[in-house]
């Protein structure tokens, strides 16, 4: 399994930006999507999972603004940030999980994804 992703850059505070991830490898269609997030000095943490069924959750403090989508292939994870906000900047990653719990359980436990990609930087500055 393999995700590449991509879109990372850097941003004025209430910009957007759209980040994408590439999977391929999978040979089982009923896994989970996520990104996640870690800034310097703190802990990775869940950004936005989407499910098999196209079902969507977020972290609260992303809430309306992030949207969390996925191609009908199901071979690209696409992440849209608007009305960004310093506290945003971070390292941005993908992840996959072949699912036993339900999805916000596991966006709330970063540690617990199967496959992660090498990551993607956003930069936020006021």
């Known amino acids: 399994v393999q995700l590449v992703e991509s879109g990372g850059g850097s941003v004025q505070s209430g910009g957007s930006l759209r980040l994408s991830c590439v999977v391929s490898?999978?040979?089982?269609?009923?896994?989970?999507v996520a990104w996640l997030r870690q800034a310097p000095g703190k802990e990775r943490e869940g950004v936005a999972i989407?499910?098999?069924?196209?079902?969507?959750t977020y972290a609260a403090s992303v809430k309306g603004r992030f949207t969390i989508s996925q191609d009908n292939a199901k071979s690209t994870l696409s992440l849209q940030m608007d009305s960004l906000k310093p506290e945003d900047t971070a390292m941005y990653y993908c992840?996959?999980?072949?699912?036993?719990?339900?999805?916000?359980?596991?966006?709330?436990?970063?540690?617990?994804?199967?496959?992660w990609g090498q990551g993607t930087q956003v930069t936020v500055t006021s």
């Open positions: 989407i499910t098999n069924d196209g079902t969507a």
């Open positions: 992840a996959t999980k072949t699912p036993t719990y339900s999805a916000d359980w596991y966006l709330a436990r970063p540690w617990s994804f199967d496959y």
């Open positions: 490898g999978y040979t089982y269609s009923g896994y989970y």
